[in-house]
């Protein structure tokens, strides 16, 4: 009798935890309260809000929700990859939608390096190529889970953590990213550490890395 209360008692604990959890999950893209709310950038001096101003639902146009990409991007650049961005700015009817997408072109051997979308998790769906992708798990475990995707392959990308994307191919890829946010964010890793504006001190970052602190300028010149 005492130990099944106990067990009620857990359960419901449990159950007012997950419920707490899941409504915390929703803080990033808020749930929308109306159909859709298409971003405009008026009115000027208005109040924040988590989000765009939303468009006069009955000024809204089967434009608001278009948006089309030039494909395949392209990669002929450092790297020899090409993210095209399809969030808010390019579709004002995303926002408040907690959705955004982004299709990504490789060159053989082109790849998407490491980087982080602080306020999204990511699908990829591989249409064309192989594939090597990743992420890397945050302190202090740092464990990589990896893994090679061939074409109709899927694979997620937990929120915030760092990930990446290889070409090993010796053809062109072809990936379609779906991200939970509207506005999910890029943090390129190298461009943020060694290519930030103005720079990092160079002393700091070569402790931080443990460089020589003349690799550290190199690595500053290139980003
Ligand atoms: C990606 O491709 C588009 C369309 O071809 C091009 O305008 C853009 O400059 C490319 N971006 C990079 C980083 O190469
Ligand atoms: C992290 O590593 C520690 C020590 O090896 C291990 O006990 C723990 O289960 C690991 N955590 C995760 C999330 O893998």
């Known amino acids: 009798m005492l130990t099944s209360l106990i067990t009620t008692k857990s359960f419901l604990l449990a159950f007012v935890l ?7 999950a929703s803080a990033f893209d808020p749930s929308p ?6 971003a405009i950038d008026e009115p000027k001096n208005a109040v924040f809000v988590n989000g765009k101003f939303c468009k006069d639902p009955k000024l809204a146009k089967a434009g608001d929700f278009y948006f089309s990409v030039k494909m395949p991007g392209d990669t002929n650049n450092p790297v020899g990859s090409n993210v095209s961005a399809v969030n808010v700015d ?5 926002n408040t939608l907690g959705i955004s997408a982004a299709p990504i072109d490789f060159a053989p051997y082109g ?5 982080t979308h ?12 192989t594939l090597l992708v990743g992420f890397v798990t945050s302190n202090p475990n740092n464990t990589l889970i990896s893994k090679v995707l061939n074409k109709g392959d899927v694979f997620v990308f937990p929120i915030g953590l760092v990930h990446f994307q290889f070409n090993i191919g010796k053809t062109n890829a072809l990936a379609f990213a779906g991200l939970s946010s509207q506005n999910p964010g890029v943090i390129t890793i190298a461009d943020a550490v060694f290519g930030s504006n103005p720079p990092i001190n160079p002393d700091f970052l070569a402790k931080a890395f443990q460089l020589d602190v003349k690799v550290v300028k190199d690595l500053q010149a290139k980003f």
């Open 18 to 24: 997950l419920a707490l959890a899941s409504s915390l």
């Open 33 to 38: 309260l109306q159909d859709f709310c298409v």
């Open 111 to 115: 790849q998407n390096p490491p980087h």
């Open 118 to 129: 602080p306020r999204a998790t990511e699908i990829l769906v591989v249409l064309e190529g």
């Open 90 to 94: 390019q579709i004002p009817g995303l």
